[in-house]
């Protein structure tokens, strides 16, 4: 496709806490990396606009075990686990959106509770791209608000790598994006000129 300024790439949570080694750590999250990087510099040198999610709790988060929630302690603000992943490389001009910086509440998607709408919007973004971790928790929910947000949403289905709590939630969680109007492609899909 050709990428115009009307276009933002999406990257999602590529944090050292999703990765191999991180408390959290997604299988093929360091390939994951390594493509929204590459990915992203090339969107950036075509004029398209590219945005970072950055899962950010602060400690004692309701989403820690510790806390009776789901993960173990996760992207805790200012920690090396919450930092983007050294291989990312995101191309100057990035903008990053923070979330889940509430202690009691959880946000998976990165429209909940941030100016991400209002940024894509304010930049008459009509085309959102959208890759990176977890495919089963924060791609899909951002995928599912950027669909009802209006944006003609595509899903780098190459580029994603899932928790995997139950074996087969990152495949159900791409259909239930394409079931929603999201339409699954790869980065070399997107990126092909034509
Ligand atoms: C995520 C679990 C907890 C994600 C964030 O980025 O997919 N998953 N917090
Ligand atoms: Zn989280």
């Not at 903008?95 to 429209?111: E, T, W």
């Not at 959102?128 to 669909?147: F, M, P, R, S």
Request: with cysteine.
């Amino acid at each position: 496709m050709r990428i115009t300024n009307l276009d933002a790439l999406i990257v999602v949570d590529v944090q050292n806490d999703f990765c191999p080694g991180g408390s959290l750590g997604v299988t093929g999250g360091d390939a994951v990396a390594r493509k929204m990087g590459a990915t992203a510099r090339t969107f950036a040198e075509r004029g398209g606009k590219v945005f970072a999610t950055q899962d950010w709790h602060p400690a004692g988060h309701l989403s820690f075990a510790t806390q009776g929630g789901q993960w173990p302690d996760h992207c805790v603000q200012d920690s090396h686990g919450a930092a983007f992943h050294a291989e990312l490389g995101l191309p100057e001009g990035t903008r990053v959106i923070r979330k889940g910086a509430s202690l009691d509440k959880d946000a998976y998607s990165g429209f909940i509770d941030s100016d991400l709408d209002a940024q894509l919007k304010a930049g008459g973004v009509t085309r959102v791209y959208v890759g990176g971790l977890a495919t089963d928790y924060c791609v899909v929910n951002t995928v599912v608000d950027a669909v009802a947000n209006g944006y003609e949403t595509y899903v780098l289905a190459d580029a994603v790598a899932a928790v995997n709590v139950e074996p087969g939630d990152g495949d159900r969680a791409l259909h239930l994006m394409e079931l929603n109007g999201a339409v699954l492609t790869t980065t070399e899909e997107a990126l092909a000129e034509e």
